[in-house]
């Protein structure tokens, strides 16, 4: 789960961070009255959006002259017109896509005098089970192209999690930034203070760029990124209250509501498979024959009628979708409940596309022979291949 960068800072504010004030709005009024409220007499106006490269994004329907989605405001009159020209509007940038996404609030902070930016981001790295440091000298919005064409400037730093954030972490992160003085014992706290928020509310990716030295001599996180593992966000219900459904697509949200794993693709062969392996070999099949698939969705292990059903109505909610391949191997839930499941849920949804099966596991007989008897045109398959094969056999007939 993502959310926007005022909710990020105000997270990270209670770990001690230090960050510009600011104020989150949801309309032109409110951005022109949180500018009023902050000291001035420079302050940015930040579209907020679950996506990045906003100070490079541009605005559909502003055509040619459209400027970035982060402003810098020299008078609250500015403030005002570019909170107009932003709310409402769709901001395209390198991470949303050519579709955008559009902006419904805004963040007004204080401008800052900025000396230096630097880079400091958390990650989980799966290689290694531990928590990974990146830090670099240059910040800023071409982090991507350092990483691309000068790794040399980037530090990873490993934290193993049994032992903690130990003193020499901070030093090597002082240190790779190439700080001295106050700077470099600000930075081993920050990155303390960064390390514990990780940690402590389960993040999957923590993201400062900039970290700014400003020319008064302090370090301020200018701007945050912040994901968390939705596995536990039971833990966390002050960070689940934060989430904002409309930056995310409607289909996928649905699913999250039936505890169904589903990610929308470009393709149209629908997937309904049970496994997230599984999903990703049916996906490749799928790609080995000559098409592409819609989307992944995993349905679980305890799969049942009401899960299923939900499953083809998100897999149909995608106009894109000329065929569904149902691909579910019965272990803890056996093919027979599995085959009753796909019966009512084609009768309840008027299923109108091409449907291939491939059941195997428990009780596989009797649910191919309830698919078998069922009266629906749905089209068997013996494994994965045939499965694949077929389904895209049909779908290329439908076309």
């Given at each position: 789960?993502?959310?926007?960068?005022?909710?990020?800072?105000?997270?990270?504010?209670?770990?001690?961070?230090?960050?510009?004030?600011?104020?989150?709005?949801?309309?032109?009024?409110?951005?022109?009255?949180?500018?009023?409220?902050?000291?001035?007499?420079?302050?940015?106006?930040?579209?907020?959006?679950?996506?990045?490269?906003?100070g490079k994004g541009k605005f559909k329907e502003l055509g040619a002259d459209a400027k970035g989605g982060v402003r810098l405001a020299k008078t609250i009159d500015e403030v005002e017109a570019f909170a107009r020209e932003m709310l409402g509007n769709t901001l395209v940038t390198v991470q949303t896509g050519a579709a955008?996404?559009?902006?419904?609030?805004?963040?007004?902070?204080?401008?800052?005098?900025?000396?230096?930016?630097?880079?400091?981001?958390?990650?989980?790295?799966?290689?290694?089970?531990?928590?990974?440091?990146?830090?670099?000298?240059?910040?800023?919005?071409?982090?991507?192209?350092?990483?691309?064409?000068?790794?040399?400037?980037?530090?990873?730093?490993?934290?193993?999690?049994?032992?903690?954030?130990?003193?020499?972490?901070?030093?090597?992160?002082?240190?790779?930034?190439?700080?001295?003085?106050?700077?470099?014992?600000?930075?081993?706290?920050?990155?303390?203070?960064?390390?514990?928020?990780?940690?402590?509310?389960?993040?999957?990716?923590?993201?400062?760029?900039?970290?700014?030295?400003?020319?008064?001599?302090?370090?301020?996180?200018?701007?945050?990124?912040?994901?968390?593992?939705?596995?536990?966000?039971?833990?966390?219900?002050?960070?689940?209250?934060?989430?904002?459904?409309?930056?995310?697509?409607?289909?996928?949200?649905?699913?999250?509501?039936?505890?169904?794993?589903?990610?929308?693709?470009?393709?149209?062969?629908?997937?309904?498979?049970?496994?997230?392996?599984?999903?990703?070999?049916?996906?490749?099949?799928?790609?080995?024959?000559?098409?592409?698939?819609?989307?992944?969705?995993?349905?679980?292990?305890?799969?049942?009628?009401?899960?299923?059903?939900?499953?083809?109505?998100?897999?149909?909610?995608?106009?894109?979708?000329?065929?569904?391949?149902?691909?579910?191997?019965?272990?803890?839930?056996?093919?027979?409940?599995?085959?009753?499941?796909?019966?009512?849920?084609?009768?309840?949804?008027?299923?109108?596309?091409?449907?291939?099966?491939?059941?195997?596991?428990?009780?596989?007989?009797?649910?191919?022979?309830i698919l078998a008897n069922s009266g629906l045109p749905i089209v068997p398959a013996n494994d994965l291949g045939d499965a694949a094969r077929k389904i895209v056999a049909e779908v290329k007939l439908v076309a």
């Amino acid at each position: 789960m993502n959310v926007h960068e005022y909710q990020a800072k105000e997270l990270l504010a209670q770990f001690g961070v230090q960050v510009p004030k600011g104020i989150a709005a949801l309309t032109v009024e409110e951005a022109v009255a949180a500018a009023k409220s902050l000291p001035g007499p420079l302050w940015v106006v930040k579209a907020q959006i679950h996506a990045g490269g906003r100070g490079k994004g541009k605005f559909k329907e502003l055509g040619a002259d459209a400027k970035g989605g982060v402003r810098l405001a020299k008078t609250i009159d500015e403030v005002e017109a570019f909170a107009r020209e932003m709310l409402g509007n769709t901001l395209v940038t390198v991470q949303t896509g050519a579709a955008g996404k559009q902006v419904n609030r805004l963040y007004v902070t204080d401008g800052v005098d900025i000396a230096a930016e630097y880079y400091l981001s958390m990650v989980v790295d799966r290689a290694t089970g531990r928590i990974a440091l990146i830090v670099s000298t240059e910040g800023g919005m071409d982090i991507e192209t350092v990483a691309h064409d000068t790794p040399e400037k980037i530090t990873s730093i490993i934290v193993d999690p049994a032992q903690g954030f130990m003193p020499h972490h901070g030093r090597a992160v002082a240190f790779a930034l190439k700080l001295s003085g106050s700077l470099n014992k600000q930075a081993q706290v920050v990155s303390k203070q960064l390390y514990d928020a990780f940690v402590a509310l389960d993040c999957e990716m923590l993201e400062i760029n900039p970290l700014v030295e400003t020319k008064t001599g302090e370090l301020l996180v200018l701007d945050t990124k912040m994901s968390f593992d939705s596995n536990a966000l039971y833990r966390h219900p002050d960070v689940m209250a934060l989430r904002d459904e409309t930056e995310e697509d409607p289909a996928e949200v649905e699913a999250s509501k039936h505890d169904l794993a589903y990610i929308k693709l470009d393709g149209d062969i629908g997937c309904m498979v049970n496994g997230a392996g599984l999903a990703m070999a049916t996906m490749d099949i799928i790609k080995l024959n000559g098409a592409f698939p819609a989307n992944f969705l995993d349905v679980g292990g305890g799969a049942n009628k009401e899960k299923v059903t939900a499953a083809f109505k998100i897999i149909l909610s995608d106009p894109a979708v000329k065929g569904i391949l149902v691909n579910i191997f019965g272990g803890i839930m056996k093919c027979d409940i599995i085959a009753d499941g796909i019966v009512a849920a084609a009768k309840e949804v008027n299923l109108s596309v091409p449907l291939v099966v491939r059941l195997e596991g428990t009780n596989v007989e009797q649910g191919k022979a309830i698919l078998a008897n069922s009266g629906l045109p749905i089209v068997p398959a013996n494994d994965l291949g045939d499965a694949a094969r077929k389904i895209v056999a049909e779908v290329k007939l439908v076309a």
